[in-house]
């Protein structure tokens, strides 16, 4: 079975500085997704990143990127350009792309960032 | 699109009365998730169905829980009797088919909060 682990239960940045979460992920498959979601404190789930096992390159979104290490299993966040808004736990996802017909995510326990003005 | 609509956003019970909560997916999407958060095991996935049939329902703690999906925009999630351990909050997801979509996201509703007293 796939494991997520994230690391750093809190961390916290300075408003315009940048941060980076942590995420690890233990699995046999060789072809997979990432994701990180973000929950602000009004619970609701929202996407920020998603990174496909198959492709080299780190995926971006604005102040957002990836570190991907396949060999490693390793997946972290960096926010460039912190702002209050970011302020929300993140959680690190893993879904299989492996066929079968299994597709859940596998969460890890998330960081909770605090971002100071 | 209205996203996930899930009801109700918030729920107080007695322990061993009925709690059902309901999902109405994102329209043309025919993969849905429960998943359950709790601060001491994460966000878990409950039971995942694939056009309208339970796909792994190995999450679902035991006999007191049921979920259905009668059809393609709408299921729901049963606990009876429920229990105080089952405070939790109880998220429904909806994605296009997995299999056939690349870029394959799972829409998360805003969440139900039960708390069973």
């Known amino acids: 079975a796939q494991t997520v682990t994230q690391s750093q239960p809190e961390m916290s940045v300075q408003e315009a500085e940048t941060v980076t979460l942590s995420c690890t992920y233990d699995?046999?498959?060789?072809?997979?997704?990432l994701f990180w979601y973000k929950q602000p404190p009004s619970r609701q789930m929202i996407l920020v990143i998603r990174q496909e096992a198959y492709k080299q390159q780190n995926a971006t979104e604005n102040r957002f990127s990836v570190n991907f290490q396949k060999a490693a299993k390793s997946f972290s966040l960096k926010i460039s350009d912190s702002q209050l808004g970011d302020a929300a736990m993140y959680f690190c996802a893993y879904r299989t792309n492996s066929g079968g017909s299994n597709y859940k995510l596998t969460f890890g326990k998330g960081t909770l960032l605090t971002v100071n003005p | 699109d209205a996203g996930v609509i899930q009801s109700p956003r918030h729920e107080v019970t007695e322990m061993g009365q009925e709690v059902t909560l309901r999902c109405k997916p994102i329209?043309?999407?025919?993969?849905l998730f429960w998943y359950r958060q709790t601060m001491m095991r994460g966000l878990e996935l409950l039971i995942y169905f694939n056009n309208n049939v339970p796909i792994d329902d190995s999450g679902m703690p035991e006999d007191r829980f049921s979920a259905k999906m009668p059809n393609a925009s709408f299921s729901t999630l049963k606990i009876q009797p429920s229990e105080p351990r089952d405070s939790a909050v109880y998220f429904c997801?909806?994605?296009?088919?997995?299999?056939?979509?690349?870029?394959?996201?799972?829409?998360f509703g805003p969440g139900t909060r039960l708390t069973v007293l």
């Open positions: 329209s043309g999407h025919n993969s």
């Open positions: 699995t046999s498959e060789s072809d997979y997704y």
């Open positions: 997801a909806s994605s296009p088919d997995p299999r056939t979509e690349l870029y394959n996201e799972q829409f």
